[in-house]
């Protein structure tokens, strides 16, 4: 994926205070370090050195420290980060402080799977709504969610003002599906289907190929096996 400048936006930012421009390999890693310093606050840990935070994140120390600095100075000389504090500043600055409403559409497997997630709640996201283009699955309860008509998107994304859509439909329905959620207002799409999605600017797009991920793997058991 391309790198580029993101601009950090919090909800809670003071008015005149500037807005800070965070590169993209460093916005990727902070949900990482998030998770470190959850696993962390929940072994009881209160606080902990640029060492520790890098080791449980599995990124070396300077690379950690550096990408913190986007953010500001969390970290004591000598003593380190406090970890409630720090954790708290990183879900602040990625958003995920405040509730965001979410779309999935595509209600087979894998949406299935995403809507039973529990992980989404716990990271600050609800699902509002999932949507389906099979009639014989509307109606469904699935996680507690009723699956309703595609056609139904406009009015949920007005209703609940949704941002994100998830789209867990097959690759031939994935641009058409993308099209219309931007229509609608979302201006963030997670993409499952294994296709390349053309959104217009300003929509940002993170892709998830599991065919991919499995590939890479493949890739270095042969190169273990090339070496053993």
Request: net charge negative; glycine share 8%.
């Amino acid at each position: 994926m391309e790198s580029r400048a993101v601009t950090a936006r919090t909800p809670s930012r003071a008015l005149g205070e500037s807005v800070r421009e965070i590169p993209e390999a460093t916005v990727a890693r902070l949900p990482v370090y998030l998770r470190a310093l959850n696993a962390l606050g929940d072994d009881g840990t209160r606080t902990c050195s640029s060492e520790e935070l890098a080791l449980a994140a599995g990124v070396n120390s300077a690379k950690l420290r550096k990408d913190l600095s986007y953010l500001g100075s969390y970290g004591t000389r000598g003593v380190g980060y406090d970890v409630d504090y720090l954790r708290y500043q990183i879900a602040r600055e990625i958003g995920v402080t405040q509730d965001w409403p979410v779309v999935i559409v595509g209600i087979g497997n894998l949406g299935h799977a995403l809507a039973n997630y529990s992980g989404f709640r716990s990271r600050g996201f609800r699902v509002v709504a999932l949507l389906d283009a099979d009639r014989s699955r509307h109606g469904e309860l699935v996680a507690g969610v009723e699956v309703r008509a595609f056609d139904d998107l406009e009015q949920i994304v007005s209703t609940h003002d949704v941002a994100i859509g998830v789209i867990a439909a097959p690759a031939t329905s994935a641009q058409d599906i993308a099209d219309r959620m931007v229509a609608s207002g979302i201006t963030s799409i997670l993409n499952f289907a294994p296709s390349v999605l053309a959104v217009p600017e300003g929509v940002d797009v993170r892709k998830v190929d599991l065919s991919i991920e499995l590939q890479i793997l493949a890739y270095h058991e042969q190169r273990k096996a090339q070496l053993s």
